[in-house]
């Protein structure tokens, strides 16, 4: 079966997110005050092809785990769906 993987990594909110906070101080400067509190973060997307929904969701985990994200400064989530 193959699947396909929508990650979301994301700083941890309780960092420092400093292009999250340049862009957020830049919107009052573009007429856009009442946006505020902006996080810049990654989306990746990625196939699998694995015999079920487990083990894809496993080596989706892995993948964050040990390449993607960086768990002192980055949380992540994703949705997996077959294709």
């Known amino acids: 079966m193959k699947f396909r993987a ?4 994301m700083p941890l909110k309780n ?9 957020s101080a ?12 902006v996080r810049i973060g990654k ?3 990625l196939e699998i092809d694995a015999e079920n929904k487990e083990i894809a969701r496993e080596k989706v985990t892995e993948a ?3 390449l993607l994200a960086n ?6 989530e994703f949705i997996l769906s077959e294709i």
């Open 6 to 9: 929508e990650i979301n990594i």
């Open 43 to 45: 989306h990746i997307t």
């Open 15 to 23: 960092l420092l997110d400093p292009q999250g906070k340049a862009v």
């Open 26 to 37: 830049s919107m009052g400067n573009i007429g856009l005050s009442e946006i505020t509190n």
């Open 64 to 66: 964050c785990t040990k």
């Open 71 to 76: 768990q002192i400064m980055e949380g992540y």
